[in-house]
């Protein structure tokens, strides 16, 4: 490997992971909105170089399961997939949330009625969520989040959604 490739593998590193760089001082804002609910929630759930445990919490409570409440902590890497896939579109408008958290009895319910559900779903574990970003194409979306090789990324245009988790690297 020669030594300018390895520049370059470097300074791509440090391009696409800012905190890579010692540049603790960004700040990492998401805006929610929730397709159940009807709830609203805007955040700066990274500042000065880590993660805000209140801005965590919000982010627990927002991404609740709709249907029963029971929440769980989500990775914090999920959300930053979601703003670097901001990032990397230029598109910092509202993500529409569709299902983020699920509690074991929901999935059961959802697979009971689609072979599209996962037994072992990283939704279960907070490590998934399904949504839409406003004004950005779901077709440019899923290839934004398949382009960064952050975990899986599930594409359904029929429902009009994909999903973006924190585990290995797959595509369906």
Excluded: C
Aim: neutral net charge; proline residues 3%.
């Amino acid at each position: 490997m020669t030594r300018f490739f390895k520049i370059s593998l470097l300074l791509a590193g440090l391009i696409a992971f800012p905190g890579l760089s010692g540049n603790t001082g960004d700040e990492r804002s998401l805006k929610f909105s929730h397709t159940h609910t009807g709830e609203v929630l805007e955040v700066a759930y990274y500042k000065q170089g880590e993660y805000d445990p209140e801005a965590l919490a919000s982010i627990r409570i927002f991404l609740a399961d709709w249907r029963d409440g029971e929440q769980r902590d989500l990775d914090p890497a999920l959300m930053d997939i979601l703003w670097r896939i901001q990032q990397a579109t230029g598109n910092s408008n509202t993500w529409e949330v569709i299902s983020a958290y699920r509690s074991p009895q929901t999935n059961e319910m959802l697979r009971s009625r689609s072979s599209g559900v996962a037994k072992k779903s990283q939704h279960l574990i907070g490590r998934a969520i399904d949504v839409r970003l406003n004004g950005l194409d779901l077709e440019v979306l899923r290839d934004t989040a398949r382009s960064l090789k952050l975990g899986g990324v599930g594409y359904y245009p029929g429902s009009d959604f994909v999903n973006v988790d924190t585990g290995r690297v797959r595509y369906w």
